[in-house]
């Protein structure tokens, strides 16, 4: 199939788009034992706590990219109209914004891959090639994954693990603060805009039970949240990223207050929801 064609190349570009806690690969990942792995001479500024709190937070928290897999089970069709326009690529002039809208375009390649729309998935693929080429990220993904894709291609569950590895596999590339700020900011942005694409399916549910998965959904990103916010607080310095951090707490404040998923309500999702889908539309529209 066309699409499956398309994953080979999605798959060595997706840095940001899942993190994961998968540190073995599964039998069915055929490694690429001809990969060879380039060193990085960059002298090493990181701290070990810094690394340590990227870690853990890319560790704990669900792949964003794999929960748009959950999809499927709660919308009545595909929209490509939830997605960020690929025409607004040009308003992005910052590193922050750069790296920001990686991940938000990382994640609408996903959502237009699990629904095999490889028209949407080209569209987005520029998109993300040309903000990785930005931000100096293509070529680490490449030495990272090397061929193991192509040789997956017919097994998407596959593709989508290896997906989820890129960022555990990715300490040798994440040698510098400067790095770590981009990753830690693209695989925010990807967290941002699965969690947005999701509270917009709320909108128009599939049926009942769908609504309480979303709302389940929601509820548990309360501890997810609290990780990314204190990974992102490790570079508070930064003009944009403390304004970021200044926007996602009280999203993360609102969750938090909900002892249960059960007591989250209509009127308090709407609420957090709405939150949620305004943060993300101006980071997107850049205003």
Same mark, same amino acid.
């Given at each position: 199939? !066309?699409?499956?064609?398309?994953?080979?190349?999605?798959?060595?570009?997706?840095?940001?788009?899942?993190?994961?806690?998968?540190?073995?690969?599964?039998?069915?990942?055929?490694?690429?034992?001809?990969?060879?792995?380039?060193?990085?001479?960059?002298?090493?500024?990181?701290?070990?706590?810094?690394?340590?709190?990227?870690?853990?937070?890319?560790?704990?928290?669900?792949?964003?990219?794999?929960?748009?897999?959950?999809?499927?089970?709660?919308?009545?069709?595909?929209?490509?109209?939830?997605?960020?326009?690929?025409?607004?690529?040009?308003?992005?002039?910052?590193?922050?914004?750069?790296?920001?809208?990686?991940?938000?375009?990382?994640?609408?390649?996903?959502?237009?891959?699990?629904?095999?729309?490889?028209?949407?998935?080209?569209?987005?693929?520029?998109?993300?090639?040309?903000?990785?080429?930005?931000?100096?990220? !293509?070529?680490?993904?490449?030495?990272?994954?090397?061929?193991?894709?192509?040789?997956?291609?017919?097994?998407?569950?596959?593709?989508?693990?290896?997906?989820?590895?890129?960022?555990?596999?990715?300490?040798?590339?994440?040698?510098?603060?400067?790095?770590?700020?981009?990753?830690?900011?693209?695989?925010?942005?990807?967290?941002?805009?699965?969690?947005?694409?999701?509270?917009?399916?709320?909108?128009?549910?599939?049926?009942?039970?769908?609504?309480? !998965?979303?709302?389940?959904?929601?509820?548990?990103?309360?501890?997810?949240?609290?990780?990314?916010?204190?990974?992102?607080?490790?570079?508070?310095?930064?003009?944009?990223?403390?304004?970021?951090?200044?926007?996602?707490?009280?999203?993360?404040?609102?969750?938090?207050?909900?002892?249960?998923?059960?007591?989250?309500?209509?009127?308090?999702?709407?609420?957090?929801?709405?939150?949620? !889908?305004?943060?993300?539309?101006?980071?997107?529209?850049?205003?």
């Amino acid at each position: 199939m !066309k699409i499956i064609k398309l994953l080979s190349l999605t798959s060595l570009i997706l840095l940001a788009a899942c993190g994961g806690n998968k540190e073995n690969e599964n039998q069915d990942i055929v490694s690429d034992s001809s990969n060879v792995t380039v060193k990085d001479t960059t002298p090493i500024t990181v701290s070990d706590t810094t690394k340590f709190k990227f870690d853990f937070a890319i560790a704990n928290i669900p792949s964003p990219a794999n929960s748009m897999n959950q999809i499927k089970d709660f919308q009545h069709h595909y929209d490509n109209g939830l997605l960020n326009d690929v025409k607004n690529l040009s308003k992005y002039n910052t590193e922050f914004q750069k790296s920001l809208n990686l991940g938000i375009y990382n994640i609408d390649m996903a959502y237009a891959m699990v629904n095999d729309k490889g028209e949407d998935v080209l569209k987005y693929m520029k998109n993300v090639m040309m903000l990785s080429d930005k931000l100096g990220l !293509k070529s680490a993904v490449d030495v990272m994954v090397g061929k193991r894709a192509e040789n997956n291609l017919s097994n998407r569950d596959s593709l989508f693990k290896i997906l989820d590895e890129i960022f555990v596999k990715s300490d040798s590339y994440l040698r510098t603060n400067e790095r770590v700020y981009t990753a830690a900011t693209i695989f925010a942005g990807s967290w941002l805009e699965s969690l947005y694409i999701i509270c917009r399916t709320a909108e128009n549910p599939l049926d009942n039970s769908a609504e309480i !998965k979303i709302h389940t959904h929601l509820w548990e990103q309360r501890l997810y949240l609290g990780n990314l916010i204190i990974l992102l607080n490790d570079f508070k310095d930064q003009k944009e990223c403390a304004e970021l951090i200044a926007e996602l707490k009280p999203i993360h404040e609102a969750i938090n207050s909900i002892p249960q998923a059960k007591l989250l309500d209509d009127a308090k999702f709407d609420a957090i929801s709405n939150s949620i !889908k305004t943060l993300r539309n101006k980071h997107t529209s850049n205003n």
